[in-house]
Every structure is written in structure tokens, then in C-alpha cells.
């Protein structure tokens, strides 16, 4: 048994606590940090059942997508540096409670191996569990692009530990990585839409 | 060389010449639109695994691109398909310039179409949920623009289809893997729960049709249009091949009665909200609910010709919803301005716009005369002795949807808010008239479409034997 095996408890630990500041931050820049942190404990989660190359290949895909929306906010200036939720009552005690029962359920769900997808580990099904529902709750929190990015992004990482493990073919983590990416981009277009630089370009005809 | 590859380099290429032209709408159109029609006769007659010879070099187009342990496949299976949405394509970039839709529309538009296609080639087939993800990624793209740029509608998009991917690769991995049949009822039971709501999200069905109604307020109309045409078209082909290839699935009756019962529940909830709207958009938005809903009646049947009305249904919708949507982007002067008051008296100002935006939803109610009434007609042929439910559902969508048109003509005819006409050169002139024609023509004569569209299953043998 490897050392990636045996401390496998260290990333289950880290994706409850990074999918937690996920929900709990309200910085941009402190988001876009914690979700690249928050990547290398999935790839860590990745590599138990799969080759190391392959859980690197997560990881890479992964920091891409936080550069891809870091440079967008960069080029924006970062603008609303602090996010401020709206329209849901959101307060950061109401988001603690929201995350700790969702952990709860998350832990429930993970100890009764709800999955039950062969060849998956114990610490795959925690780790999974937990990224799906915190990345869940973050979407149902929020309606600001970076916050759904992160919490879709977070909720395929969660996806992608149970998937990988039943479907390891070149092609699926390729596409996968694909989307991962793919989110990454719409939600910077999304940004870049609005912000002051975004104008409709002269119709020349 | 391989035939899936030269299709999607071709796509890809066109769509970055589109990028290089800067903002010219018509431009865009016309090689969009060309490009588009150039890549359905492609997919259509390209002759596969045969030696050519072409400018006197022989060549062999294969029918298989092999990539990373998978496969992309045209073959006679898909080529109709394949055909059919690029030919959408081209009827939809063609009349585009004239609605000022966001240029992201030509070649994000084209993108998505490619990626449509290789969700229709891709092997096995599960793999096509990857690609409509892609498509829903384009189609956020399309719909939000810095001249609409509340991106409410697309995020809702974003998310649903996420999960939407999600539940049915999990599900095609219990299908393929694992092994369900008749025979293994919990898993069976499992599996379809995950395609229920996977293919919910697809079909828009309430409550994941909230992505709809948020877009229409916020992004130009034929954008819109665009948006739920192909995603629509792409989602029936995709539930229809699950139905081919799962005969456990087709052996369910309540597979069939649950269908049925998703769909008028969509008749019921479109019909009674498209009368509340206030703003035309929304009337769109939510006249398309109850199309949807028709459409799953359809499929409901669970028989050939319920299949083949469904997508004649579909192929309609191209038509009847890209008039519409035309007809309104024109009308409108500014994004939002498609409130009942301000939209009073606008058959006055741009008189063809008008008629062709009241044409076009006339058509998606299914009024006789129109492109919608024959599918309907035989729907409710078909369904009401099976179903009188679904018959009576059927019923109850052309009575509110053209109750709405009716209330929309009286606004639209009513007083104008100003008295000046609106410009319009000649070819906008044609495209508008165009597609009025084209909605009357189809009404009178089906055959000119009907048969040819029911061949775009052609290769699914088991739903069409």
C-alpha cells in the first residue's frame, strides 16, 4: 500500500474544509485560491484508485480552469472584490449551518456507501460524497457566475472521483477534463459580459 | 481520411473564418448559412468506405475517426440526423442578420451544430451526454451578449445540463457495465430514475424548464429561438436512440404512461402560464413548454408513427418558431421592449414583422392553415382513442396558445403607441415574407416535409421496423 493509500483520510479532510471556505468566503480571489487547493486533494482522491498520471491530468485540468477565470477577473480589475449575496437570505451564519448539516448528511450518505460502485474506496465515497453536496449547496445559494463556477466545478470533481473509477478510458477523462474547461470559460465570458470593457462591437455591413 | 473528421475541421473552419470577419451580420449569415447547408449535403451524400476520384485523385473517405480508445461514426444510422440539424442551421443563420442577434450566434452557433453532430456519431452512444454539455456551453454563450448581458437564464442552463450529463452517464454505466435488463428490477429501477431526470432536463420538462422563461426576459429572440430548437432537436434524437437501443426500456409500459403523463402535465402548466404573460417573449418561452409537452405526447404513443410524428413535430418547430422569433427581433427597438404596452399598435409600424411573428405562433398553436395544424392533427388522430387525456391535453394547447395569438393580434392591431413606420429594405422584406409563405405552404401541403423528416430515423431500426 502506498503512501498516497494510506494517508488517504488527509484529502477527504481537505475537500469538507476547502468545499467549506468555498461556501463560507466571500473574496473572489480567495475563492479562485481555495478551489485550486481544493483540486489537489481530488486529484490526491483520484490517485487512490487510478495511476498517478491520471489523477495529474485532474489536477492540471483543474488549475487551468482556476487560471482561466483568474485572468478574466484580472483583466476585469477585479471587480465586486467582495461578494455580497442578494437574493437568497445568505448571511454567514445561515451559510454555517447550511454547510455543517450538509456535512452531516454528506458523512451519513458516504458511512452507508450509497454509491456502491465497485472498486471504489471508502475514502473515494466520503470524498465524493462531500464534494457533490457542498458544490450542490453552492449552487443553491448563489446566482453569481465565479460562486456557480466554483460550485459546478466542485460538483464535477465530486463526479469525476466516482466516474473515473468505473469508466478510466483515455477518452472520458479527456473529455471530462473538456468540461471542466469548457465551464471555466463560460463563466469568464460571463464575467467579461459584465464588466464596463464588454461592448457591442460596430456593425460594419 | 475520415468522414467525421473532415465534418467537424470543416465546422471548426468555417466558424473561424466567421471569427476573422469581425461584426458583419450579413456576411456572417450567408457563410454561416452556406457553410451549414455545405456540411448537410456533406453528411447526407458522401459516399463511405468506397474508393473516389476526385480532380482525377483517388481517394477513400472512411466512415470511422478513431480517437483516444473511442470511435465517431457517420454512418446510415445518423447521416439523415446529421443532415437535418445542419440543414436547421442554415435555415436559422440565413435570416439571422435581420434580427441583430449577438454575433456569437454564427459562430458559436455553428460550434454547437458540430457538436450536436458528434453527439449524434459518437460511440457508444451514452458519450453523447459529454457533448450536449458542450452544446448547453455554446448556447449560454449565444444567449448572453454585452448588449444581454443578465446571465441568469444561461446559468440556469449551465447547471441544469451539468446534472442532466451527470445522471445519464451514470445511468449508460449501469445500461453498459453492469448490466441491467428486465430481469434486475431494482437496478433497472435505479437506471431509470437517473435517465428520468436526465433527460427532464433535456426536455425541459417543469420544474427544469426555469432556464427558459429567465433567458427569454433577458436575450434576443432568435437567439432564443436558435438556443431551443437545436437543443430540443438534439435531446429528442438522443432519448429516441436510448429508446432503440434498450429493449428493457421499450418493454416498460409505464414507461410509455409516464411519458405521456410528463407531457400533459407540460400542456397543462405552458397552456395556463402563456396566458398570464405580459411580455412576448415570455409568451414564446412558455408556448414552447406546451409544444414540448405535445412533443413527449407524441413519443408517449410508444408507436412508429408516434415516433415519426414526433419528429415531424420537431422539424415543424424549426420553421414555426424561427418565423416567429424573426418576426418579433425585428419588431422589437430596444432589448426588453417586448412588453404588451409597448408592443401596442406595432402592426401598424412594421406591419410584416407583425404578421410574421403572429404566423409563427399561430403555426406553434397548431391553427389549421398553419405549419403546426397537420402534426397535431394526426397527433390527436393518433392519441385521443389510445389516451383521451392526452387527446383532450392536445385540445387545450391550441385553444390557450391560440387564444394568446388572438389577444396578441388585438394588442399588435391595436392604436399605435407611435404612428411612423419602421424602415425595411428588401431582403429583410424577403426573409419576412419568406418564412410567412413557407409556415402557410407546409400548412396546406405536410407531404413537402413529413416524409422526408420521418427519414432522419431511418437508422433506428428497432423503434421503426
Not at chain 2, 447547408?37 to 482525377?56: I, K, N, Q, R, S
Not at chain 2, 409505464?254 to 405521456?260: A, C, H, Q, T, V
Request: proline share 5%.
Amino acid at each position: 500500500m502506498s503512501w498516497i493509500e494510506e494517508l488517504a483520510v488527509i484529502p477527504v479532510l481537505g475537500v469538507a474544509f476547502t468545499g467549506g471556505l468555498l461556501i463560507l468566503l466571500d473574496n473572489r480571489r480567495l475563492i479562485l485560491v481555495t478551489l485550486a487547493w481544493q483540486y489537489l486533494f481530488v486529484a490526491w482522491l483520484v490517485g487512490v484508485t487510478l495511476p498517478i498520471p491520471i489523477a495529474a491530468v485532474k489536477l492540471v485540468a483543474g488549475l487551468m480552469a482556476c487560471s482561466i477565470m483568474a485572468l478574466t477577473l484580472v483583466k476585469a480589475g477585479w471587480p465586486d472584490q467582495s461578494l455580497k449575496p442578494h437574493s437568497i437570505p445568505s448571511g454567514r451564519v445561515f451559510r454555517g449551518i447550511a454547510l455543517l448539516l450538509v456535512l452531516l448528511a454528506a458523512g451519513g450518505l458516504g458511512y452507508s456507501n450509497w454509491i456502491s460502485v465497485p472498486g471504489l474506496s471508502p475514502v473515494g465515497v466520503y470524498g465524493s460524497t462531500i464534494l457533490l453536496a457542498i458544490g450542490l449547496l453552492h449552487i443553491g445559494l448563489h446566482e453569481e457566475p465565479v460562486r456557480v463556477g466554483a460550485g459546478l466545478l466542485t460538483i464535477m470533481a465530486g463526479f469525476e472521483v466516482v466516474y473515473c473509477a468505473i469508466e478510466p478510458s483515455l477518452a472520458v477523462i479527456a473529455l471530462l477534463a473538456a468540461v471542466h474547461l469548457g465551464i471555466a470559460l463560460v463563466v469568464s465570458y460571463l464575467l467579461f459580459t459584465g464588466t464596463d470593457e464588454a461592448v457591442e462591437p460596430q456593425v460594419i455591413e | 481520411m475520415s468522414a467525421p473528421l473532415l465534418l467537424l475541421l470543416a465546422t471548426g473552419s468555417i466558424a473561424l473564418s466567421v471569427t476573422v470577419l469581425g461584426n458583419r451580420p450579413k456576411s456572417s449569415a450567408v457563410i454561416t448559412a452556406i457553410g451549414s447547408a455545405l456540411m448537410a449535403v456533406f453528411a447526407l451524400l458522401v459516399m463511405l468506405d468506397e474508393p473516389l476520384v476526385v480532380l482525377g485523385l483517388p481517394i477513400k473517405i472512411y466512415s470511422t475517426w478513431r480517437i483516444l480508445g473511442r470511435a465517431l461514426v457517420l454512418d446510415g444510422g445518423n447521416r439523415a440526423a446529421i443532415g437535418f440539424i445542419y440543414l436547421t442551421g442554415a435555415f436559422v443563420f440565413g435570416a439571422a442578420w435581420a434580427t441583430k442577434a449577438s454575433r456569437n450566434l454564427y459562430y458559436i452557433g455553428l460550434l454547437s451544430l458540430g457538436s450536436i453532430a458528434a453527439s449524434f456519431m459518437i460511440q457508444p452512444f451514452l458519450f453523447a451526454a459529454v457533448f450536449l454539455e458542450f452544446t448547453a456551453m455554446g448556447a449560454v454563450l449565444i444567449l448572453v451578449s454585452p448588449g444581454h448581458p443578465v446571465p441568469r437564464g444561461g446559468l440556469r442552463l449551465l447547471i441544469l445540463y451539468t446534472l442532466a450529463m451527470m445522471a445519464i452517464l451514470l445511468a449508460g454505466w449501469m445500461l453498459e457495465s453492469v448490466g441491467v435488463t428486465s430481469a434486475t428490477p431494482e437496478l433497472a429501477r435505479r437506471a431509470t430514475l437517473l435517465l428520468a431526470f436526465g433527460f427532464s432536463v433535456i426536455m425541459a420538462v417543469p420544474p427544469f424548464h426555469l432556464w427558459l422563461p429567465s433567458a427569454a426576459g433577458e436575450t434576443n429572440p432568435y437567439s432564443l429561438a436558435f438556443v431551443t430548437v437545436i437543443l430540443q432537436s438534439a435531446g429528442l434524437f438522443f432519448l429516441l436512440r436510448f429508446l432503440d437501443n434498450y429493449a428493457w426500456l421499450r418493454a416498460m409500459p409505464e414507461l410509455f404512461d409516464g411519458i405521456r403523463l410528463v407531457g400533459i402535465a407540460m400542456v397543462l402548466f405552458g397552456s395556463f402560464l402563456v396566458l398570464a404573460q405580459k411580455s412576448f417573449s415570455k409568451v414564446m418561452a412558455y408556448a414552447l413548454l406546451t409544444d414540448f409537452g405535445v412533443m413527449l405526447l407524441a413519443v408517449g404513443a410508444g408507436t412508429p408513427e408516434g415516433y415519426r410524428l414526433a419528429l415531424g413535430l420537431s422539424a415543424v418547430r424549426v420553421i414555426s418558431l424561427s418565423v416567429w422569433a424573426l418576426g418579433l427581433a425585428w419588431m422589437l427597438d430596444h432589448p426588453g421592449g417586448d412588453h404588451l404596452q409597448l408592443l401596442r399598435g406595432a402592426a401598424h409600424r412594421s406591419p410584416l414583422a407583425a404578421t410574421a411573428a403572429l404566423v409563427g405562433m399561430m403555426s406553434i398553436a397548431g391553427f389549421p392553415l398553419t405549419a403546426g395544424f397537420p402534426g397535431r392533427w394526426g397527433l390527436l388522430l393518433t392519441l385521443a382513442p389510445l389516451d383521451p387525456i392526452a387527446g383532450w391535453a392536445i385540445l387545450l394547447a391550441f385553444l390557450c396558445v391560440g387564444a394568446t395569438a388572438i389577444r396578441w393580434a388585438y394588442t399588435l392591431l391595436s392604436e399605435p403607441r407611435l404612428r411612423e413606420r419602421k424602415a425595411i429594405n428588401f431582403s429583410e422584406r424577403l426573409f419576412l415574407g419568406g418564412g410567412i409563405v413557407m409556415c402557410l405552404v407546409l400548412g396546406a401541403f405536410p407531404q413537402l416535409l413529413y416524409p422526408w423528416v420521418v427519414e432522419v430515423a431511418a437508422g433506428m431500426t428497432q423503434l421503426f421496423p
